[in-house]
Each structure stands twice: as structure tokens, then as C-alpha cells.
């Protein structure tokens, strides 16, 4: 089938400025979609049938779907193709059905206005999506370009990033660049508090810090009392060792079974915003821990599964990397892990006791395995003095199934 879906990226400048052949797509399509701004953008006279964006999007994509190969424009803004809609089309229908004219992106201006690398910012969204994923990135003199979901988004951005610690940071909100309505305007973050803008804006943050606080890194092992915890936590001198052995790989998904207070997989989801995992508790007062660590420490996309393995797994997609806390027994919960994970994929267990260092043994041997331990101790004052305080002795075990 030849391309009938037709995704035009417009500027603020309007029309005018595409080129000839998104104007002669536009011009042969008999669906015309986008949002009221796009579509007041068209002609008067154009009697074409039209459709805005509806509530929820996903209905938008389905009566597309239904109505394939005719010929249909759907107008968005800037590159279609960078947090866009294009994107979401691209996931199914091949490349022949469709084609995409990009306008500059909000990050391409925006970078040319500031006279930003965009090689070496950040870029993000946060239209629909939670302000939370703007923590991870934190760091002294970062810089960060992110798109708003409306005119309230700076302010709260504003307002998030002083709960940081970050309230000196500064925040260029940049509106309708491109069109005859732009406006750029700069001031910190703790003056953007309470200030309203308009809905179609990027925000860009130097982050500056706030007195000498020590930032969060996105390398594993982040300090335990970055984590809300009730003292089941994975230390982490463990939980950096136990990342290591997962061996992470971008874009990859994580199944905790028996999360605890969530470190593992929040820290797996830190370590880049393309990494997936799914939490599985079934005590309720540690769900409630996991969701707070996830909000505080900037993984809002965490998903939470409250049930107790092994009949918690059952609907979950198959994951790529597996991690199996608070100790290991012959319950039938290593056998339904080993049977979902994916070809290639990589098993990482911990246990304290003498029962769950028999079954790893057990384990190691059947499936040509890795058997580390792991002793460590940390520094203590007793009184004037400093002593070694050991914590529990740890048997990892860590399996590649083949």
C-alpha cells in the first residue's frame, strides 16, 4: 500500500511556510486533523471535513486506523517525529503507508535562540507526562530544554525544582517561537513560582544549586537515605554490585519480584529514561514506599504491581533482566521467573541464609551459573574510636539463560 496518512509539522509561522511537497499533501488529503490552532491555520473557505485532537488521544489513532487509506493530513507541531504524533503512528503502520514533513522542532529553535549545543543538553517532554522526569538530570550547571503541557508548567516546574534545592536555577520560558506572538523571558526558578504563561511553550533550565548539597547520580548506588524505607533496603554497596551483574542496557525491562522499598528498580530506571521496570510487592505499607520513592527520586513511570510471585507474573510482558530480592527458596517463584525471561536475558539473586545459599549452589550448577559473595563493612565511631561495622554476608547468584 502506498502512503495515504500524510504528518505535517507547522510552525508557529503558519502554512506559508512548508514546503511544496507537504503543501501538495496537505492540498490532496480529504481528512483534515489537528488542533484548533492548526486547523484555524487553514483557509475559510476550505470546506474539507476536519477533526481535532479528542480526549483520550489513543481514540484519535483508532478512527485513523479504521478509516486506512484514505487520504488523511494530520497537522502537529514542529518535528512529528520527536515526542510527536508521527511517533505514535510509526508503531503500526509501516514506513511506505505514511509520510512525514518535519518542521524545526521546539528544541532546535529554542537551542538557536539561546545559543545552547543541543548535542549536549537534555531534552525532554512533559506534555501529559509527570514533572518528576525532570529529577534524574538534576545536576550543578546541567542544562535542560523541556516541552510544557501548558501555560501553568513553568511555575510548577519552578516549584519542583525549589522543593530541590535548585530554586536559583534559570528558567527561560520561550512561547510561540517562530510566530508573530514569540516571547522569551528569563528569571529564576523561585521567581517563576505563581507566574503564568502561554499554553505553547519549552521551558529551558541551567540548573544552578542551592549552598553545597551533594546531587543524585544516575550511576547505581545512590545512598540509602535517598530511599523512604523500613529498614528492608538493599545497602547500597550491594545494590550497585547487583546492578553491575544485571548488566544494564538502555531501552531494557526489569522485573523487581519482591521490591521492597523499590531500589532496585528505581535505580534501574535512573540509569536511562529508556529503561522499563515493573515492581511486584505484595505488603501494602512497601507499596506505598515504592510509589513515594518513585515520585521523589524521578521515576513516575515505575509500574507497581501489588501481588505476591508467583501468580503475580502471570500478565506481565517479558522482561529482559530479572531480579529476585528478600532471599531465595524452592516456592516455585526462581522456576516461574526462569520460564518468562527472555532468551539472553540475565537472573540476579540475593540471598542471607544458609537455605537460600543451597538452592543458589543448586542453581548455579543446573544452569552453568555465577556465585559471588559479598562481605562488606562500613566505617563507625564508638566514641573516640572507629570500628568496622559488617553488615549480613551476601550470596549472589547470577544466571544468563541461554
Not at 64 to 79: F, H, P, Q, W, Y
Not at 142 to 165: C, F, H, Q, V, Y
Not at 294 to 306: A, C, E
Not at 384 to 396: L, N, Y
Request: charged content about 20%; hydrophobic content about 40%; some cysteine.
Amino acid at each position: 500500500m502506498t502512503a495515504w496518512l500524510y504528518i505535517i509539522g507547522v510552525g508557529d509561522d503558519g502554512l506559508a511556510s512548508l514546503n511544496e511537497a507537504a503543501k501538495t499533501a496537505l492540498a490532496d488529503a480529504t481528512l483534515i486533523i489537528g488542533g484548533e490552532r492548526h486547523l484555524d491555520m487553514l483557509p475559510a473557505d476550505d470546506a474539507r471535513p476536519k477533526m481535532s485532537w479528542p480526549s483520550p488521544l489513543v481514540k484519535l489513532v483508532n478512527d485513523v486506523m479504521d478509516r486506512r487509506g484514505e487520504k488523511i493530513a494530520i497537522l502537529a507541531t514542529g518535528d512529528p517525529m520527536h515526542y510527536g504524533i508521527g511517533v505514535t503512528f510509526a508503531k503500526r503502520l509501516p514506513p511506505e503507508e505514511m509520510t512525514v514533513f518535519p518542521s524545526l522542532s521546539a528544541f532546535s529553535l529554542a537551542a538557536s535562540r539561546l545559543g545552547w549545543d543541543l548535542s549536549k543538553i537534555v531534552t525532554m517532554t512533559l506534555h501529559g507526562r509527570p514533572l518528576e522526569l525532570i529529577i534524574p538530570p538534576l545536576n550543578h550547571s546541567a542544562r535542560i530544554l523541556a516541552l510544557s503541557d501548558n501555560g501553568e508548567t513553568p511555575s510548577k516546574l519552578a516549584t519542583l525544582l525549589a522543593d530541590k534545592g535548585y530554586g536559583e536555577s534559570v528558567l527561560t520560558v520561550l512561547e510561540h517561537m517562530g510566530g508573530a506572538g514569540e516571547k522569551i523571558t528569563t528569571k529564576t526558578a523561585s521567581q517563576w513560582i505563581g507566574q503564568k504563561c502561554q499554553d505553547l511553550n519549552t521551558v529551558a533550565i541551567e540548573c544552578a544549586m542551592e549552598g553545597n548539597p551533594s546531587p543524585l547520580t544516575t550511576i547505581p548506588g545512590l545512598p540509602d537515605d535517598a530511599f523512604i524505607h523500613d529498614g528492608q533496603l538493599t545497602k547500597k554497596e550491594v545494590r550497585a554490585t547487583t546492578l553491575a551483574a544485571l548488566n544494564p542496557l538502555a531501552g531494557q525491562m526489569l522485573w523487581d519480584v519482591g521490591a521492597g522499598s523499590g531500589s532496585i528498580s528505581i535505580e534501574w530506571m535512573r540509569i536511562s529514561p529508556l529503561n522499563q521496570a515493573i515492581a511486584i510487592e505484595h505488603k501494602s505499607d512497601r507499596l506505598e514506599l515504592i510509589s513515594k520513592n518513585s515520585l521523589h527520586l524521578g521515576v513516575p513511570g515505575l509500574k507497581i504491581i501489588s501481588g505476591k510471585a508467583p501468580d503475580a507474573l502471570d500478565t506481565l510482558a517479558d522482561p529482559d533482566r530479572i531480579f529476585i530480592g528478600g532471599g531465595l527458596t524452592n516456592d516455585g517463584v526462581f522456576e516461574a521467573c526462569w520460564r518468562r525471561l527472555k532468551t539472553g536475558g540475565i537472573l540476579v539473586a540475593n540471598t542471607v541464609t544458609t537455605q537460600g545459599e543451597g538452592f543458589a549452589f543448586t542453581l548455579a550448577e543446573k544452569h552453568d551459573g555465577e556465585l559471588t559473595r559479598l562481605n562488606y563493612s562500613r566505617a563507625v565511631k564508638i566514641g573516640d574510636f572507629t570500628s568496622w561495622k559488617p553488615f549480613k554476608q551476601v550470596t549472589q547468584l547470577r544466571l544468563v539463560k541461554k
